[in-house]
């Protein structure tokens, strides 16, 4: 829905470079000739202008358009329903993300094929407090602990799973009525490893309003350095 970004536009359909943010994306992970096949779930009154415009894009593989769910996870699950069986690794990613690059994508899939389960991620630079905010003000919370830096990071996407192992994880999921904010959550709960794979903080999900500002940065001093390099 977007609510955060504070416009009448879901976030995904926000314009970067010209162009909805999840067409930016798709450009992005179609850049990629491993994957073979894009599923993208989206609310049901948004499937036919999704389709249309995709289809002008004209991309060498097929991209199929489907009715998600009220959650991240029901939608990913919806998508996982309809993968065919012989997949070997399911690919998962934030429509916006739209600066996740080839040389990512491709490496959390090396170390998926390698190990299962992979994600990308980066290092927390700043020091992390656990809190607690019961009985509280909305805008304040107590400290109950800090989190050593070098024991967190901070989960982006792809994340990269075996097709089986993942579709086990939702069942297992569905099974104990467990929600979790991502994939490599529902995987951990198995007691199966998940990799992390170095990302980049030009990888930002586009949530706040600002952060449209920060890709259109980025964006900006990717073609600087593609200009410089001819």
Known sequence: MGTRMGADAPKQFRLLDGMPVVIFTLRRLAACPLIGEFLIATRGDEIEALKARIAAERLSRPVRVLEGGDTRQESVDKALAAVAQNTGLILVHDAVRPLVTRDQVERVIAEAQRRGAAILGIPAMDTVKEVKRASL??????????????????????????????????ARAATDGFTA???????????????????????????????LEIAEFYLSRERMAAEAGR
């Open 137 to 170: 003000p909305e805008d304040v919370a107590l400290i109950t602990a800090t989190i050593p830096r070098e024991r967190v990071v901070l989960a982006q996407t792809p994340q990269v799973f075996e097709i089986g192992l993942l579709r086990e994880a939702f």
């Open 181 to 211: 904010s991502d994939e490599a959550a529902l995987v951990e709960r198995l007691g199966h490893s998940v990799h992390v794979v170095l990302g980049s903080e030009r990888n930002l999900k586009i949530t706040r309003p600002g952060d």
